[in-house]
């Protein structure tokens, strides 16, 4: 026996509203917002933060780490730009902010996790000896994992 294939035209208009308008929504409140959040903590919280005991030269006067932690940033609609000036070596303000941009999400929108201190990149290719390589890709498939 086959299996029969349903249109959304067979279902009837309620189904057929739930299954165009609800199912979006669940979605997006059950997993989008969740993974989202998961992934936004993650890369918040391997970010390395400067530690000058590390380091081969001395750091500038007043030198205080947590930039790079503290300029990842959650939006919906479009990626945030520029820097937010935050000093976050904790990591706790920049997970806060994730959280409410993924409370937030309620429909079916592309959200975005930036960070667009000039030296990222370095960072995320190993620069630091903190963390590996690849900290936002390993984030990327860890949550993937999570949420498949």
Not at 24 to 52: C, I, S, Y
Not at 86 to 114: K, Q
């Amino acid at each position: 026996m086959g299996r029969q294939v349903v249109t959304p035209a067979q279902l009837g208009p309620a189904l057929k509203r739930t299954i165009v308008r609800d199912v979006p929504k669940f979605v997006a409140r059950k997993v989008h917002g969740p993974a989202h959040f998961e992934l936004a903590k993650r890369v918040v919280l391997l970010t390395p933060v400067g530690n000058p005991d590390l380091w081969k030269e001395k750091p500038p006067a007043g030198y205080v780490g947590g930039r790079a932690r503290g300029n990842w940033q959650s939006s919906t609609g479009a990626p945030a730009t520029g820097e937010t000036g935050r000093i976050d070596p904790g990591g706790g303000s920049s997970v806060t902010d994730a959280a409410s941009v993924a409370v937030g999400i309620r429909g079916p929108v592309v959200s975005f996790i930036v960070n667009n201190v000039p030296y990222i990149q370095r960072l995320n290719t190993g620069w630091s000896r903190q963390v590996g390589a690849q900290f936002v890709q390993r984030s990327t498939r860890a949550v993937k994992r999570r949420f498949s």
